[in-house]
């Protein structure tokens, strides 16, 4: 597991970059992000060609402080998911979550 005591900004953890199958998603995000978005050149690109579902875009970016996700997502030691909702309520450990001592999200 791992497991943030806090949280991360995934909207510039993992950033949709080439090859979207519906629109532009990369613009999209810059329009939305404004003077957050992550320049192209500062994302590391994975290919989400290997998946058996369908992705949004065929290449996603990593930011580039955090190599160690693009490696581990390469040789199939990771996997991103992604909207799976907010917590209802702080968690002081993953064991609050595991143990479900707290209210976590429905999904």
Request: glycine share 4%.
């Amino acid at each position: 597991y791992i497991f943030l005591n806090g949280g991360a900004d995934s909207y510039n953890t993992i950033v949709p970059l080439e090859k979207c199958h519906l629109r532009d998603l990369y613009d999209e995000y810059k329009m939305l992000r404004t003077d957050l978005t992550m320049p192209v050149e500062n994302l590391l690109p994975i290919d989400t060609n290997r998946s058996l579902h369908r992705q949004p875009c065929m290449t996603f970016g990593v930011h580039n402080d955090f190599p160690i996700l693009k490696q581990m997502y390469d040789e199939g030691d990771a996997a991103v998911l992604a909207n799976i909702g907010p917590m209802v309520e702080p968690l002081d450990d993953k064991y609050d979550y595991l143990m479900r001592r707290v209210a976590v999200p429905f999904s």
